[in-house]
């Protein structure tokens, strides 16, 4: 029933419920290939080595090989769709068109801001939990991403400010092109729709898959340890202290809203609970502090060209480096193989040593990282009982199960300093 366009966008309108951008049949026969955007391999396909698809469903029994962008792929046809035709319903509901002489959009997209009679569509992309809304714009080669947030967000200026700054200092963000602080708007680098988090749902090599974590770890030390020894440069980040209080809130938030509220589960002694958060925190707050992007997984890395990019960067603070450790190598959204980890964990320790401005204390630092995994684990769980019953976002409790496995890991480890949490952990 209805057509094309109807289908693929039943089709996406399933996989964006259930917070992907990729499908993978079980059934499918995929080799080595590069996706942008929305990508559905239904089962008995083939792709052949060196594909390429960008918003494309390929059907049971096609035998896919070359580039492939905004179609219907199968056995024995091809059906070409526009840009905002592959997308989920919602997204087509919101495109909207934008002047391309409003002096925003001009400079980047070589428009003369005389001419009022070019326009351009902006397509809603994004699966995330903000309320920021982001759309990429086309306009004949070139692309960009359109940000708009809400008039009273908070972290507006401060995203401005991290971007410049963290740019000039090597670290792997997009660039921005324009800013309009009044309308809470800009207009950033386009790096596709290719999340580390997508990237993994593909085959790859043991080797590959490693070798983009080294790649991500190395731009991760240039945040830690260069970009670190400039702070003094950026008096909104520098100020900004990952502090005992917000640590206490992290765990409160997991208590309230993960265990009371999404599991239903009464806790029997909160205040032992509450006291040996505290020490928890104390511990975590001591530790020496240097620039984190503190939200540090892996759909929060884009792979533009092959190479780690950073997004989602404006909660960074001054905290302990180990909990973008704990969030990047210990990730509820794909379980790295022990042996892999501890390499990675390795080679972040050995670069930090190696920095020769960085006085990394080594000894301080491999306890803080149990500290900061349960820390890490705790806040992460809380914000999935919240984005499920506040924000209706189902699809993040998928995401449990591992965050819970990790986290009941880590308090068994370190049950003999936190009895109770391990106690309470345990019966979740």
């Known amino acids: 029933m209805g057509d094309p366009t109807t289908y693929a966008r039943g089709v996406l309108d399933a996989l964006r419920e259930d917070g992907e951008t990729i499908y993978l049949s079980p059934a499918a026969r995929c080799r080595r290939l590069e996706t942008d955007g929305y990508v559905v391999l239904e089962s008995g396909c083939e792709i052949q080595d060196g594909s390429r698809l960008r918003n494309c469903i390929v059907m049971p029994g096609a035998d896919v090989s070359g580039h492939h962008e905004n179609e219907i792929v199968g056995p024995d046809y091809m059906m070409f769709l526009s840009e905002s035709d592959v997308q989920p319903s919602l997204h087509a509901i919101e495109k909207k068109r934008v002047s391309m002489s409003d002096a925003f959009f001009a400079r980047h997209f070589g428009v003369h801001t005389a001419d009022a009679r070019v326009w351009s569509d902006a397509v809603l992309i994004g699966l995330g939990g903000s309320d920021r809304r982001y759309f990429r714009v086309k306009h004949d080669d070139r692309t960009?991403?359109?940000?708009?947030?809400?008039?009273?967000?908070?972290?507006?200026?401060?995203?401005?400010?991290?971007?410049?700054f963290l740019a000039h200092h090597g670290v792997p963000v997009p660039a921005l092109f324009s800013a309009d602080s009044p309308n809470k708007r800009a207009l950033f680098e386009d790096l596709g729709d290719t999340s580390l988090y997508a990237y993994l749902k593909l085959p790859h090599d043991a080797a590959s898959v490693e070798g983009i974590y080294r790649a991500v770890l190395r731009s991760l030390v240039t945040l830690h340890a260069t970009a670190t020894q400039h702070v003094h440069e950026c008096l909104l980040l520098k100020t900004r202290i990952f502090d005992y209080d917000y640590l206490r809130w992290e765990t409160t938030y997991f208590l309230d809203r993960f265990v009371t509220s999404l599991r239903k589960h009464a806790i029997a002694?909160?205040?032992?609970?509450?006291?040996?958060?505290?020490?928890?925190?104390?511990?975590?707050?001591?530790?020496?502090r240097r620039i984190i992007h503190r939200d540090f997984q892996c759909q929060n890395i884009m792979i533009h060209a092959g190479v780690p990019r950073f997004i989602d960067y404006q909660g960074a603070r001054m905290a302990p480096p180990a909990y973008d450790i704990a969030s990047v190598l210990w990730d509820p959204y794909y379980r790295l193989d022990d042996g892999v980890r501890e390499r990675l964990l390795a080679y972040y320790v050995g670069e930090m040593k190696n920095d020769a401005f960085t006085a990394f204390d080594e000894a301080a630092f491999t306890p803080s990282v149990i500290a900061c995994r349960l820390q890490r684990h705790m806040q992460a769980l809380g914000a999935y009982g919240f984005l499920t019953e506040v924000k209706g976002k189902t699809h993040f409790l998928k995401h449990v199960p591992e965050a819970l496995r990790l986290l009941k890991a880590e308090a068994a480890e370190a049950r003999q300093e936190y009895p109770e949490l391990a106690r309470l952990v345990a019966a979740l």
């Open 269 to 288: 002694n909160r205040p032992a609970i509450d006291a040996e958060l505290h020490r928890l925190a104390q511990f975590v707050d001591v530790q020496p």
């Open 144 to 164: 960009a991403v359109l940000m708009e947030c809400r008039p009273e967000d908070p972290d507006f200026e401060r995203h401005m400010a991290y971007t410049g």
